[in-house]
């Protein structure tokens, strides 16, 4: 009984500090800072959608949006701003109208802080990393404070409760909560480009490992979802379809590969861009076959990283924000470190100031008014997937001594 009081006691007070944590956000920053537009393209879409009755995919809605942004319809060359999610994102989105904009988006970063820590937690046990607290208490404020998730959390991007859902997903799988961990799998979809590549691999992984409740919690969660947004609005496929293919119209083709052919090394241009692309699709297609055949989950975990990993070098259109997923793989790589080298906290803790300090001041050296400059999208990604692919054979059999399963 005494336990029972104490956990709500705690529990209390988190609240509490939650409460006053975003109210001080409110009152100290979204109040007199413009800003947030990620979550502001949101909050237009649905507010037109939940106050006026209009399509949160229509020009009507995207005019609601511009004029909060820009004061005006936007310019052919600036970002339009269009709701580009599924319907069912209202889910997420939808209850934020009702609450006043700088409120609101103070709340939105908040939750999102929530997500990044209890998501990096998740991955930290999943990964079965025992941390020292003085080191734990450093990757949490890095995971916060790094460039990408920093700005993520700034301009309000899902990116990283999409973090904190793969990660509870992966918790649940451990726990054998096979339905639940499919059905929070699909919370991911709500942006696709971050798990594009990922579902396939992981449902046919369920299909291989016979966890037929992981992959029916995900189709049914997914199919109840979409079933209900054609109940309510029965156009929103063919409007989200026409939203997602004029999206790459107003919005350059960014990415590491694209990035490397055109920018660094232009003389490889599209043949050298298609090239690299074809053969890290079938690395990862035959990391596939190998993590599927395998008898442990080491394998699963490294191709998992992988992935994530090589969907910001490939697909059409990325973001720096996207990056936050990839703190699976870095999480990953810090707990092999922490056990298998007599250096390895010296080193994990050089790479946390590294990447603090080099990744801002090169945002600080090159951006170009309001827009990070593309340099931004390589060093990460390019760096972690070295030392991924380097460490591939040692990560594998870090996880097959610390027992990873699922």
């Known amino acids: 009984m005494s ?16 409460l006053g944590y975003t109210w001080a956000t409110w009152f100290y920053f979204t109040r007199v800072v413009p800003g947030g537009n990620d979550f502001l393209t949101h909050y237009g879409a649905w507010d037109a959608y939940l106050k006026q009755g209009v399509s949160p995919y229509s020009d009507a809605a995207v005019l609601h949006t511009q004029i909060a942004i820009y004061g005006r319809p936007a310019l052919p060359t600036e970002d339009q701003n269009r709701l580009v ?7 997420l989105h939808g209850p934020f109208v009702w609450i006043e904009y700088p409120l609101a988006r103070a709340l939105y970063m908040v939750l999102a802080q929530i997500a990044l820590i209890v998501g990096a937690v998740l991955t930290i046990r999943f990964v079965n990393w025992r941390v020292s607290t003085g080191l734990l208490a450093l990757v949490l404020v890095w995971a916060l404070l790094d460039y990408h998730q920093a700005r993520a959390i700034l301009i309000g991007q899902f990116a990283i409760f999409g973090f904190g859902a793969l990660a509870g997903m992966l918790a649940l799988l451990r726990a054998k909560r096979d339905a639940l961990a499919g059905a929070l799998l699909v919370v991911t979809t709500i942006k696709p480009t971050l798990v594009v590549l990922v579902i396939p691999f992981l449902l ?27 109940i309510v609005l029965p ?4 409007e989200w379809i026409a939203r997602m293919t ?11 590969i694209y990035l490397l052919t055109r920018e660094a090394i232009p003389a490889l241009g599209t043949p050298g861009e298609w090239i690299l692309n074809g053969a890290l699709l079938l690395a990862l297609l035959g990391a596939w076959w190998r993590a599927l055949r395998a008898p442990d989950d080491a394998e699963f975990f490294w ?38 080298s007599r250096w390895g906290r010296v080193a994990i803790v ?7 300090v080099g990744l801002w001041w090169l945002h600080i050296a090159t951006v170009r008014g309001d827009w990070e400059h593309p340099i931004m999208y390589v060093p990460f990604p390019l760096a972690l997937g070295a030392a991924w692919v380097f460490a591939r054979r040692a990560l594998i059999r870090d996880g097959q001594r610390t027992g990873m399963r699922l």
């Open 303 to 340: 191709t998992l990283g992988a992935m994530l990993i090589v969907s910001n070098f490939i697909l059409p259109r990325v973001a720096t924000t996207n990056y936050a997923l990839m703190l699976v793989p870095t999480l990953g790589l810090f707990a092999a470190l922490d056990r298998n």
């Open 204 to 230: 046919l992984w369920g299909i291989a490992r016979r966890r037929f409740y992981f992959v029916a919690g995900f189709f049914g969660t997914l199919a109840l979802l979409m079933l209900g947004s054609l």
């Open 235 to 238: 156009t929103w496929i063919g």
């Open 3 to 18: 336990t029972r009081f104490a956990n709500w006691v705690v529990f209390g007070l988190m609240v509490l500090i939650a």
């Open 85 to 91: 999610y599924p319907f069912y994102s209202i889910l």
């Open 350 to 356: 050089a790479i946390i100031f590294s990447a603090l």
């Open 246 to 256: 004029a999206y790459t119209g107003y919005t350059q083709n960014q990415n590491v």
